[in-house]
C-alpha cells in the first residue's frame, strides 16, 4: 500500500478551483475529478486491505461501491453483506461478479474494514463482533456516534480523533449524520478564523435521506399526482410530493426538538471538541430526490468579513463556491447531486447585527455521497 497517496492534502482535499465570487467551470469540474482519481494509484491489489460491505444492497451500499471505484480504493478482496432474503444474489463490482452473503456474526474473520449502513440496531449488535475479531468498523448509523471513545469523524475537519487508531486492531469509528457533515463542511473553515459562538441551521432534507424506499415513493406520488391519482403515504405519514414537513425522526415531546435537529447540536460539540458552542436547528423533510440543503446563519466570536469568510471557504478541501450575485446564481440540491463536494454560497453579513460578527450563507451536499459513503471511505483512506 506504500503506492497509495495517503496524506490529506495530497487527496480529494487538495482540489479547490473555486473563484471567490463566481461558481466552478464544468471543465475545472472534470479537471479536478481526474486529478482526484490519479492521486488515488492502487485499485485490486494483493497487499490491500479486505473489505465487506455491510447492508450492501441499500442507497448508502450501493453508493459505497461506486465511491471504491471512483476513488480507485486499494483493497485484496470484498465482502459484500445483507440480510438473509438478498442473500445468493449477485452484484457486479470493478470488473467481477460476486455473490452476496448472509450477513451473521461469522462475517468479519479475516476482514480489515468493514464499511457499515445496514441500520442502528445491526450495528449495535454487529459492530462491536466485528471489532473483537479484528475489523475497523467504519458506522453510518447513530448507534455509536455520542459513545464515549469511539471518534466521529469528518476526514477534513477532525482526522487527528482518528489517529490511534490501525488497521490489525479491530476498533469503530463513526461516521456523522449527514446534515451534520454538510453543514461543518461550510461552517468549519469560518470556525476556525472567527470562532463560531452561535449556530442556527434550517435544512431542506432530501428522499436520499430516508433511503431508497424513500426515494421510490416520491417518484411514485409525482406520477400519480400528475395523473390526477391520490398520492399514497408508506414511508412518510403524509404526502411526500409536492409538499413539505418536518422531518419524520422521533420527536422530544418536551423540548420540541426531533432526533434529526439534536444530532446536529451534540455531533458538532464532539467534531470540534467543542461543548460550548451554541447550535439550535430546524430540519424539513422537502420533496427533492437527492441532495440535502442548509441555512445557516453564524455568530462569531471575532469579526469576519464576507472577504475572509469566501477567501476560508476557498482555501477548504471539499467545498465549492456558487456566489454570483449579479446573476442570482447561488448553490442548489441538483448542483450537488452525485458531486463530491459540499457547495456554499448566498455568503453575506448578517443585516440584522449592528457587529461585524454574524454571517448567513446556503450550503447544499449529497447526502449519500459526501453526507454518507464518501465520508466514510475518506475515512478508511486515512487508515492506509
Given at each position: 500500500m506504500n503506492s497509495l497517496c495517503v496524506s490529506i492534502e495530497m487527496r480529494s482535499f487538495r482540489c479547490n478551483n473555486n473563484s471567490r465570487d463566481g461558481l466552478?467551470?464544468?471543465?475545472?469540474?472534470?479537471?479536478c475529478s481526474r486529478q482526484l482519481k490519479l492521486n488515488v494509484s492502487a485499485a485490486k491489489t494483493s497487499n490491500?486491505?479486505?473489505?465487506?460491505?455491510?447492508?450492501?444492497?441499500?442507497?448508502?451500499?450501493?453508493?459505497?461501491?461506486?465511491?471504491?471505484?471512483?476513488?480507485?480504493?486499494?483493497?485484496?478482496?470484498?465482502?459484500?453483506?445483507?440480510?438473509?432474503?438478498?442473500?445468493?444474489?449477485?452484484?457486479?463490482?470493478?470488473?467481477?461478479?460476486?455473490?452476496?452473503?448472509?450477513?451473521?456474526?461469522?462475517?468479519?474473520?479475516?476482514?480489515?474494514?468493514?464499511?457499515?449502513?445496514?441500520?442502528?440496531?445491526?450495528?449495535?449488535?454487529?459492530?462491536?463482533?466485528?471489532?473483537?475479531?479484528?475489523?475497523?468498523?467504519?458506522?453510518?448509523?447513530?448507534?455509536?456516534?455520542?459513545?464515549?471513545?469511539?471518534?466521529?469523524?469528518?476526514?477534513?475537519?477532525?482526522?487527528?480523533?482518528?489517529?490511534?487508531?490501525?488497521?490489525?486492531?479491530?476498533?469503530?469509528?463513526?461516521?456523522?449524520?449527514?446534515?451534520?457533515?454538510?453543514?461543518?463542511?461550510?461552517?468549519?473553515?469560518?470556525?476556525?478564523?472567527?470562532?463560531?459562538?452561535?449556530?442556527?441551521?434550517?435544512?431542506?432534507?432530501?428522499?436520499?435521506?430516508?433511503?431508497?424506499?424513500?426515494?421510490?415513493?416520491?417518484?411514485?406520488?409525482?406520477?400519480?399526482?400528475?395523473?390526477?391519482?391520490?398520492?399514497?403515504?408508506?414511508?412518510?405519514?403524509?404526502?411526500?410530493?409536492?409538499?413539505?414537513f418536518s422531518h419524520n425522526s422521533g420527536m422530544d415531546v418536551e423540548l420540541g426538538y426531533n432526533e434529526e435537529e439534536m444530532k446536529l447540536v451534540k455531533e458538532t460539540r464532539k467534531i470540534w471538541s467543542n461543548s460550548s458552542v451554541k447550535i439550535t436547528a430546524t430540519c424539513i423533510r422537502v420533496p427533492v430526490m437527492r441532495a440535502h440543503a442548509e441555512s445557516i446563519n453564524l455568530e462569531f466570536e471575532n469579526d469576519i468579513s464576507e472577504e475572509q469568510a469566501l477567501e476560508a471557504l476557498s482555501k477548504f478541501p471539499g467545498v465549492s463556491i456558487i456566489n454570483d450575485r449579479k446573476n442570482n446564481r447561488f448553490p442548489t440540491p441538483l448542483d450537488a447531486t452525485t458531486q463530491d463536494n459540499v457547495f456554499v454560497g448566498r455568503v453575506r453579513r448578517d443585516i440584522s447585527r449592528d457587529d461585524k460578527k454574524g454571517l448567513d450563507l446556503f450550503v447544499c451536499g449529497d447526502q449519500i455521497k459526501k453526507g454518507a459513503a464518501l465520508n466514510a471511505v475518506q475515512i478508511a483512506e486515512l487508515l492506509l
Open positions: 466552478r467551470t464544468a471543465a475545472a469540474q472534470k479537471k490491500g486491505p479486505k473489505i465487506a460491505i455491510v447492508g450492501v444492497t441499500g442507497a448508502v451500499g450501493q453508493e459505497f461501491l461506486t465511491v471504491l471505484k471512483e476513488r480507485n480504493f486499494p483493497y485484496s478482496d470484498i465482502k459484500l453483506l445483507a440480510s438473509a432474503r438478498s442473500a445468493g444474489k449477485t452484484q457486479e463490482f470493478d470488473g467481477s461478479t460476486y455473490i452476496i452473503e448472509e450477513l451473521t456474526e461469522d462475517s468479519f474473520k479475516g476482514i480489515d474494514i468493514a464499511l457499515f449502513s445496514a441500520g442502528g440496531s445491526i450495528s449495535k449488535k454487529l459492530g462491536p463482533v466485528a471489532a473483537a475479531a479484528g475489523s475497523i468498523v467504519v458506522d453510518n448509523s447513530s448507534a455509536f456516534r455520542m459513545t464515549e471513545g469511539v471518534p466521529l469523524i469528518i476526514p477534513e475537519v477532525n482526522p487527528q480523533d482518528m489517529a490511534h487508531i490501525k488497521i490489525g486492531k479491530g476498533a469503530i469509528i463513526a461516521n456523522p449524520n449527514c446534515s451534520t457533515i454538510i453543514a461543518l463542511m461550510a461552517v468549519t473553515p469560518l470556525h476556525r478564523v472567527a470562532t463560531v459562538k452561535r449556530m442556527i441551521v434550517s435544512t431542506y432534507q432530501a428522499a436520499s435521506g430516508a433511503g431508497a424506499a424513500a426515494m421510490e415513493e416520491l417518484r411514485q406520488q409525482t406520477r400519480d399526482v400528475l395523473d390526477g391519482k391520490p398520492a399514497e403515504p408508506k414511508i412518510f405519514p403524509v404526502q411526500y410530493a409536492f409538499n413539505l
